[in-house]
T-cell receptor, first 113, second 113 residues
Framework: DGGITQSPKYLFRKEGQNVTLSCEQN?????MYWYRQDPGQGLRLIYY???????QKGDIAEGYSVSREKKESFPLTVTSAQKNPTAFYLC????????????FGSGTQLSVL | SQQGEEDPQALSIQEGENATMNCSYK?????LQWYRQNSGRGLVHLIL?????REKHSGRLRVTLDTSKKSSSLLITASRAADTASYFC?????????????FGGGTRLMVKP
C-alpha cells in the first residue's frame, strides 16, 4: 500500500537529549513537510523540503533540524535546544510544492520524561 | 502564523442534523482546503476550492468560498456518529514563500448517536 509511515508512534525524550522522528513515503512525492500540533490547536510548519538535498525553515524551526538525502525519507531531529518539545508531530507529503493536497502520516507523540 | 481561524471551536449535534463550520483568513489565497483529523491520527484531505470558485460539493460535503469576505464554510449534511472528528481549514497564499499551506485551529465536531 502506498502511503506515509511515521515511527515511532510514541517517543520519550530525556533532558538534554536529541531524538529523531522518522518519516518515509512511497508515494514518489517531491515535497515533504513536518508539522507540530499542540493539544487542541492547529498545525504549525517546522520544516519543508521541495526536492532532495534541499529544505527550508517553516514558522517554528528553532530547536529542530532535518535532512533530505533520499526522496522517500525526511527525518526530523528534535534537539536539546527545543525547550518545549512535547507535542504531536505530523509528517506530510505532496506531489508538487504548492500544494494541491497533503498526504499525512499517522503522527508521533513526543513527550518529555 | 495561523492564517485561518475556524468558528465555532467546538460543535455538538445529533446524528442526522447538519453541521456547519466556518473559516476566516487574512490574506489573498490561491486555494483553500478542508481536512479532517480523527483523535490521535493524521489529517485526511476532504476538499479543495480554488479562489475563482464559489461552491463545491463532494458527497455529503458542501464547501463555499467568499473571497470578498475572506471566509469559507464547510457543511456536512445528514451527519453520522462516524463524522466525529476535528476539521481544519488550510489556505495556500496567492503569493508567498514556497506557497505553503497554513492551518487554522480547527473545529471539534461531536455527533451524538
Amino acid at each position: 500500500d502506498g502511503g506515509i509511515t511515521q515511527s515511532p508512534k510514541y517517543l520519550f525524550r530525556k533532558e538534554g537529549q536529541n531524538v529523531t522522528l522518522s518519516c518515509e513515503q512511497n508515494l514518489n512525492h517531491d515535497a515533504m513537510y513536518w508539522y507540530r500540533q499542540d493539544p487542541g490547536q492547529g498545525l504549525r510548519l517546522i520544516y519543508y523540503s521541495q526536492i532532495v538535498n534541499d529544505f527550508q525553515k517553516g514558522d517554528i524551526a528553532e530547536g529542530y533540524s532535518v535532512s533530505r538525502e533520499k526522496k522517500e525519507s525526511f527525518p526530523l531531529t528534535v534537539t536539546s535546544a527545543q525547550k518545549n518539545p512535547t507535542a504531536f508531530y505530523l509528517c506530510a507529503s505532496s506531489i508538487v510544492p504548492g500544494p494541491e493536497k497533503l498526504f499525512f502520516g499517522s503522527g508521533t507523540q513526543l513527550s518529555v520524561l | 502564523s495561523q492564517q485561518g481561524e475556524e468558528d465555532p471551536q467546538a460543535l455538538s449535534i445529533q446524528e442526522g442534523e447538519n453541521a456547519t463550520m466556518n473559516c476566516s483568513y487574512k490574506t489573498s489565497i490561491n486555494n483553500l482546503q478542508w481536512y479532517r483529523q480523527n483523535s490521535g491520527r493524521g489529517l485526511v484531505h476532504l476538499i479543495l476550492i480554488r479562489s475563482n470558485e464559489r461552491e463545491k460539493h463532494s458527497g455529503r460535503l458542501r464547501v463555499t468560498l467568499d473571497t470578498s469576505k475572506k471566509s469559507s464554510s464547510l457543511l456536512i449534511t445528514a451527519s453520522r456518529a462516524a463524522d466525529t472528528a476535528s476539521y481544519f481549514c488550510a489556505t495556500v497564499p496567492l503569493r508567498g514563500a514556497g506557497n505553503m499551506l497554513t492551518f487554522g485551529g480547527g473545529t471539534r465536531l461531536m455527533v451524538k448517536p
